[in-house]
């Protein structure tokens, strides 16, 4: 077996190609969506080398035209569960000894398959299953899942890189250990590229993982582990399993072998499972791991300096892109009054000039939000703003769900800027605006930061550099992302390491070695190379 200090391929951003009419791209990607928009995919439950089908199946449907089925996927019972988690263990005996180059290379080959032959196929499942523009869907399914894969890679190799110091008695040097059991990874409907990543990672670092996908994303998740099968993750590594969430987390938790969590999705949703994890832990064989990303009620504010244009620029791409269905999302603005005019009549040019409907047709920008549930509680916000004595809806206001769920771009501005909209999250295409005086920008700046119980991304614009510090400094534990002269959204992996805190998630930052940190336990080993045979020190001498 070769040995030595091996150096990764240095990871670079996946550039993102245009699908500009006439390109290669584009004609492929409409191709491969209309011939899987078509056909019936079945996905089973991924453990060990079983693909399992239950018998119990759900259907998919792409949100943009709900009537039509995609086809179904299998769910689990208990006992699947109970035999994925088997699997993991027994998996990880080889997984965790294997060279860590040979984990590099399963995972840098599965970059360079959705970068080639895969890349229409998973970009076009994207738009498909989540509703996303080819646009959103190249920048999240393609480019983003390749960058985390590569960087990843990068990251863990400098993590091993780092050992301490030694003396001429003693070496020291560290090893870094997956954890001591299996890790469950949580993954929500939004992001490809993160229902990729939160396994990838954990296993990338050694780690056995079972995973549960979103419901509304399982139709993408499938080309997923069609990947990481042809890349040659071996059997067991990663497991797949859809169902009752609730009983698949409570079998998980209950389980002593249990070692980490790493979750994307909502704060209570998270939150519930931080207390089931403190309610077992006098179970678990170690500490588990808990790393999650939550949610957030991201922010948009403008000083009197800034440009007009720019603010709406950014109010526009920030709020609307994927029907506000990031976390990063902009869903609250504070502009000045002096700006306000400006910002409101570019805003406006801009959300007339959208177009609304299915991503094949790649003239839209907005498309459908993922699924009724989603749609019925969006109205209902939109409803209650039509109502309110202290708001206006300037722009949208109308949905309809009778082919795709459809809502459209609402932009509401309020006098009160404690509204429920202004801290509650929505998740969907609306953006409250509180419109605040010039010379309240210091008590604006205390608003923005006391508002929400979220701290994931937020962006000021100022053409005043004092103004823009200032705010930097006053909203330091508001966003985990800021911005500066910048739509709050966009996190480019090997750039803007991406995470928030307060009720937005731990901020273990993906993308970053912060994040692979979570999932070894290192140990130190010390070899001291001539062994004392005398217990006795000098300060003893007599």
Same mark, same amino acid.
């Given at each position: ?7 990764? +391929? &240095? ?32 996905? +089973? ?63 840098? &080959? ?45 990251? *863990? ?41 939160? +396994? ?41 399993? *859809? ?118 047709? *790649? ?16 109205? &209902? ?30 932009? #509401? ?8 909209? *202004? ?29 929400? #119980? ?29 911005? #500066? ?23 273990? &930052? ?33």
């Amino acid at each position: 077996m070769g040995k030595g200090f091996f150096h990764v +391929p &240095k990871a670079e951003n996946e550039p993102i190609k245009s699908y500009a009419p006439g390109t290669p791209e584009r004609e492929e990607v409409l191709l491969t969506y209309k011939d899987l928009f078509n056909s019936k995919m079945e996905v +089973p439950l991924y453990i060990g080398s079983e693909e399992i089908k239950t018998g119990d199946t759900a259907s998919m449907h792409p949100p943009h035209d709900h009537q039509h089925n995609l086809g179904n996927y299998h769910k689990a019972e208990k006992q699947h569960v109970e035999k994925a988690i088997a699997t993991a263990l027994e998996a990880r005996t080889k997984w965790a000894d294997m060279e860590w180059e040979q984990r590099a290379a399963v995972f840098l &080959k599965a970059a360079d398959l959705i970068a080639g032959p895969y890349r229409a196929r998973i970009n076009a499942a994207t738009m498909i299953a989540q509703s996303k523009t080819i646009y959103q869907a190249e920048i999240d399914s393609a480019c983003e899942l390749i960058d985390f894969l590569r960087f990843n890679v990068e990251y *863990m190799s400098q993590i091993y890189n780092e050992q301490p110091n030694s003396t001429s008695a003693a070496w020291n040097r560290v090893e870094y250990r997956p954890l001591e059991g299996f890790v469950y990874a949580i993954t929500p409907f939004n992001f490809t590229a993160i229902a990729g990543n939160l +396994p990838a990672s954990a296993a990338l670092m050694g780690n056995t993982v079972i995973w549960k996908p979103s419901d509304s994303q399982v139709f993408s998740a499938q080309v997923i582990m069609e990947v990481f099968k042809e890349a040659g993750v071996p059997d067991g590594v990663i497991n797949m399993v *859809m169902g009752d969430p609730v009983m698949i987390t409570d079998t998980i938790l209950a389980s002593p072998d249990f070692a980490g969590i790493h979750f994307t999705g909502s704060t209570t949703v998270f939150k519930d499972i931080w207390a089931k994890i403190g309610n077992n832990i006098h179970n678990y064989k170690t500490y588990p791991r808990i790393v999650g990303e939550t949610g957030g009620k991201d922010f948009i504010l403008a000083h009197a300096t800034a440009n007009p244009k720019q603010v709406a620029t950014a109010i526009a791409r920030g709020a609307f892109e994927f029907q506000g269905q990031k976390c990063s999302a902009a869903s609250r603005a504070y502009i000045p009054s002096s700006l306000w005019p400006s910002v409101k009549d570019s805003l406006l040019e801009d959300i007339n000039s959208f177009k609304m409907g299915s991503p094949e047709d *790649m003239t839209n920008f907005i498309t459908a939000v993922i699924h009724e549930g989603s749609f019925d509680k969006l109205a &209902k916000y939109i409803d209650a703003a039509k109502k309110d004595k202290s708001t206006e809806i300037i722009a949208g206001g109308n949905y309809d769900k009778s082919k795709g769920y459809f809502i459209e771009p609402t932009v #509401i501005v309020t006098t009160d800027p404690n509204y429920t909209t *202004m801290h509650t999250e929505l998740f969907g295409p609306v953006i409250t605006i509180f419109v605040y005086e010039d010379e309240n920008w210091e008590e604006t700046l205390k608003l923005v930061d006391e508002t929400s #119980i979220y701290a994931l991304t937020g962006a000021v614009l100022s053409g005043d550099r004092y103004a823009a510090a200032q705010a930097t400094k006053a909203l330091q534990n508001a966003a985990g992302n800021f911005y #500066i002269n910048d739509k709050p959204t966009g996190a480019v992996v090997g750039q803007q390491p991406f995470g928030g805190a307060r009720a937005s998630g731990t901020n273990d &930052k993906a993308g970053s070695k912060l994040n692979l940190l979570r999932w070894i336990s290192p140990r130190l080993i010390k070899e001291t190379f001539v062994t004392p045979t005398d217990y006795r020190y000098p300060f003893m001498g007599e």
